[in-house]
């Protein structure tokens, strides 16, 4: 026969949960606290003296015990304190007597399966994750007044998800290109590097979630998960809380941990943390897998509900770092583009009647007018156009400021004064206002999109000889242009590099 565990105090034979905050088992009747450690010394006490059924939970149904294939997770049990019958779903590792309300690990599930290598315990608890994803919201540009007062949060829960590691050296050679770009004298330089690189690296715990039910973009935006000083795998870790056993194999994750460590791989050979682009045309790999590692990871998750939408929201458990995706309004987005760009082109009108700006400094003045222009976007929409009120007030203000510099211009060009630098000013903010609107769009966009991690950089092991060889061609290829992008068609570092070299060529 073939049992569950329940958890199950030592003094009074309550319900033992799993206290994130204090990192023990803590006994819902009579808030005994016990170490992970001192209960499985209990247990073991107990075993010794032939007391095994304490820690028993439920019954595995003779049925399904009968099964020939262990590989059937969809199981059902009863109850051993209230003869309830508990059917957890396939995927499910942990579960609560609805009848009873008896905590229960389906241990059974693992040993058929897989006994995880180790886990990483919670160290987030709820309170806390609520208010990592509150810290989120307030970061977030646009975000409707609606969401925040009216948004629901639902199935709020902290999951052990399974996880796959995988330790792997990549060694081979290839042949890349990098590209480096400069700004001076009104147009881009670009400076293109040929090379061919070969060597060995070692990548250690390359992780892949190995639940279906887990979006793969929202398991990699949580990472890292810090497992050099993760415990030993123990049931009583999972007491009160939320586990999954795995439905993906090892098999069928294999493939996109390598995919991850020829990335890693790539960029090392190339260098490419030290140019603005790069790209591989042509490599030869080959892939020595070492080790492989089941272990479970904390994610909290929950279901934010608005207007009949659902918004998934993930915390690592670990180290607080959030996923998650929430909408955007695009009245406050219009507004913020709108009516600061109004403003600033009537008061770049009104500069201009004034004669500051002349022919000599007339591009300098230009320069430090559309610099000061993409301040007051940036500031607006960061932290002006946040509330509906503040929207509507700030709107209200820069129509009026636009009214008034704008009449105040028109009086003093009335005989057609300083023509040609409104005209300029007039081309030169349409062009940066239409830059700067795509630049904060792309920026809007990429904060609530969840997107796969294309690399494994912070895998790589020290711990393994590691060589790298290059070799640089003595040529370069050198061109100007008056866009920034890549002549090679090439890939950024990162992400983080790709949205600061963008505002650095903008601000330029």
């Known amino acids: 026969m073939k049992y569950s565990d329940h958890a199950r105090c030592p003094g009074c034979s309550g319900n033992l949960v799993f206290n994130i905050t204090e990192q023990m088992l803590e006994c819902e009747s009579c808030s005994s606290m016990y170490t992970v450690y001192e209960y499985n010394n209990i247990l073991a006490e107990k075993k010794k003296k032939g007391a095994e059924s304490f820690s028993r939970g439920a019954l595995l149904n003779v049925e399904e015990e009968g099964d020939d294939s262990k590989e059937n997770m969809l199981r059902s049990y009863t109850c051993s304190s209230c003869g309830g019958e508990i059917t957890p779903g396939a995927a499910a590792a942990t579960g609560v007597c609805p009848f009873c309300g008896n905590a229960l690990v389906f241990t059974d599930k693992y040993r058929d399966q897989q006994v995880p290598d180790f886990i990483v315990p919670f160290k987030i608890d709820k309170a806390q994750f609520l208010e990592e994803y509150r810290a989120v919201l307030k970061k977030r540009m646009f975000v409707p007044d609606a969401f925040r007062v009216g948004a629901t949060f639902e199935n709020i829960k902290a999951w052990y998800i399974p996880f796959w590691l995988f330790d792997v050296t990549v060694s081979g050679k290839a042949s890349f290109q990098v590209e480096r770009v400069s700004y001076s004298n009104k147009k881009y330089h670009h400076v293109v590097y040929s090379g061919h690189g070969y060597g060995t690296e070692t990548f250690t715990k390359i992780p892949q979630d190995a639940s279906i039910e887990v979006d793969d973009r929202i398991s990699q935006m949580l990472e890292p998960f810090e497992c050099a000083n993760a415990p030993r795998f123990s049931f009583a870790y999972l007491a009160g809380l939320h586990a999954k056993v795995y439905n993906v194999s090892m098999e069928d994750c294999v493939v996109r941990a390598e995919n991850r460590a020829r990335e890693s791989f790539d960029r090392t050979l190339s260098q490419a943390a030290l140019y603005h682009y790069y790209k591989v045309t042509d490599r030869q790999y080959d892939y020595k897998p070492l080790k492989v590692s089941y272990a479970l990871f904390p994610i909290w998750h929950m279901d934010i509900t608005w207007q009949g939408r659902k918004f998934p929201c993930s915390v690592n458990g670990q180290t607080g770092k959030v996923a998650c995706s929430i909408p955007v309004s695009m009245v406050k987005f219009v507004c913020s583009q709108l009516f ?169």
């Open 340 to 508: 600061p760009w109004l403003f600033c082109l009537n008061l770049c009108y009104w500069v201009c009647a004034l004669g500051v700006i002349k022919d000599g400094n007339s591009m300098k003045g230009m320069t430090v007018l559309i610099f000061l222009y993409a301040s007051v976007v940036y500031v607006c929409a960061k932290y002006v156009f946040i509330r509906n009120l503040s929207t509507a007030v700030f709107s209200i203000l820069f129509t009026y400021g636009a009214w008034y510099f704008g009449y105040e211009a028109y009086k003093m060009t009335y005989g057609g004064r300083d023509i040609f630098n409104i005209v300029m000013v007039t081309a030169l903010i349409l062009f940066v206002s239409i830059t700067s609107c795509c630049f904060l769009w792309k920026l809007v966009k990429k904060q609530n999109t969840l997107s796969l991690a294309p690399h494994c950089d912070y895998c790589h092991s020290d711990y393994y000889k590691n060589t790298v060889t290059r070799r640089w061609d003595r040529d370069e290829e050198k061109k100007s242009n008056s866009s920034p992008k890549s002549i090679i068609e090439g890939s950024k570092p990162s992400k983080d590099e790709e949205d600061k070299v963008g505002l650095l060529y903008f601000l330029k």
